[in-house]
Nanobody, 124 residues
Framework: VQLQASGGGLVQAGGSLRLSCTASGFTLDYGIGWFRQAPGKEREFVAAVSWGGSSTYYADSMKGRLTISRDHAKNTVDLQMNSLKPEDTAVYYC???????????????????WGQGTQVTVSS
């Protein structure tokens, strides 16, 4: 199982980015989460979506600025991030879990597979 996060880059404060999580060699029939890690900080939850896409979860610190969506036909999970702030600067990772549910979506240890991350840098 290999995941790949893409779409990161350098953006000015107030700008937007759309991250994508894609899978190699398998279908994304998993709960998918996005996490981020800034230098010197612990990895933190950003957003997640259930396998069917009916349930979504967002970090309180970013709620209202994020939309997570999945496209089973394209085998991708996207994270639209708007109104970005310098404190959003981090490496963003996508992760997959076979049996995550409910509040477990927020916990990194509940995920089985991780992508390599994509750098998001927000300038002030």
């Amino acid at each position: 199982v290999q995941l790949q996060a893409s779409g990161g880059g350098l953006v000015q404060a107030g700008g937007s980015l759309r991250l994508s999580c894609t899978a190699s060699g398998f279908t994304l029939d998993y709960g998918i989460g996005w996490f981020r890690q800034a230098p010197g900080k612990e990895r933190e939850f950003v957003a997640a979506v259930s396998w069917g896409g009916s349930s979504t979860y967002y970090a309180d610190s970013m709620k209202g600025r994020l939309t997570i969506s999945r496209d089973h036909a394209k085998n991708t999970v996207d994270l639209q991030m708007n109104s970005l702030k310098p404190e959003d600067t981090a490496v963003y990772y996508c992760a997959a879990s076979m049996d995550v549910s409910g509040s477990s979506y927020y916990i990194a240890d509940e995920y089985d597979y991780w992508g390599q991350g994509t750098q998001v840098t927000v300038s002030s």
